[in-house]
């Protein structure tokens, strides 16, 4: 068990760009999940997979942002035409079944500054 | 609705003393409930849970919070507070129903003081 990896761990990149996040959980964890934590605040649910089919989103993820879990093992997050208000920790965490007392496990998270 | 409220936005306490970090939630249904704790550029760690068993937990590090129903609480707490349990720390609810349901509340900073 290597836990939930996440890649790349910080990205500067300036207004109006498009950015990609990778997210591997562990192995052979079904569920998978995005997060949003901007400072002060606890994360935020934006969507989530089970395997390769993404149940649910947000009303924060807007269309900019698209989410793929093609194999439904690891996932990417695109944000296009990047803002300053998407500065923010994406988090990625994942969870064996996806029940509501599965334990969700977290990465590291990439942490995204829009300049 | 469901929601959580963490009542102390930063608590402070000296090493070797009790801990208390406050959480009250709200829930259509019989919730999950969770603590987990975040150290700088470290991922959340998840510290226990409660999934209708006991409704006092115990999880790492010393640390163990109570379910009340009647008072729509899950505190955390730890009879000795060590140096390394400085971090932010987050309740969260999750409900076992359709649809996904699992809030975060907005985190406690924890001081502890040498």
């Known amino acids: 068990d290597t836990g939930v990896s996440q890649d790349p761990r910080h990205k500067i990149t300036k207004r109006g760009q498009n950015v990609t996040f990778r997210c591997d959980p562990i192995?052979?964890?079904?569920?998978l999940y995005w997060y949003r934590q901007t400072l002060g605040q606890g994360p935020e649910f934006l969507t989530y997979f089970q395997n390769e089919a993404q149940l649910e989103k947000s009303r924060l993820l807007s269309d900019r942002f698209s989410a793929e879990r093609p194999k439904g093992s690891f996932s990417t997050l695109e944000i296009q035409r990047t803002e300053q208000g998407d500065s923010a920790m994406y988090l990625c965490?994942?969870?064996?079944?996806?029940?509501?007392?599965?334990?969700?496990?977290f990465g590291p998270g990439t942490r995204l500054t829009v300049l | 609705a469901q929601s959580v409220t963490q009542l102390d936005s930063h608590v402070s306490v000296s090493e070797g003393t009790p801990v208390l970090l406050r959480c009250n939630y709200s829930?259509?249904?019989?919730?999950?409930l969770f603590w987990y704790v975040q150290h700088p550029n470290k991922g959340l760690q998840l510290l226990l849970k409660?999934?209708?068993?006991?409704?006092l937990v115990k999880g790492i590090n010393g640390f163990e919070a109570e379910f009340k129903k009647s008072e729509t609480s899950f505190h955390l707490t730890k009879p000795s507070a060590h140096m390394s349990d400085a971090a932010e720390y987050f309740c969260?609810?999750?409900?076992?129903?359709?649809?996904?349901?699992?809030?975060f509340g907005a985190g406690t900073r924890l001081f502890v003081k040498a």
């Open positions: 969260v609810v999750s409900e076992n129903t359709g649809g996904f349901k699992t809030i």
């Open positions: 192995s052979e964890h079904n569920r």
């Open positions: 409660y999934t209708s068993a006991a409704t």
């Open positions: 829930s259509s249904y019989s919730p999950s």
């Open positions: 965490a994942s969870s064996p079944t996806g029940g509501g007392t599965d334990t969700q496990y």
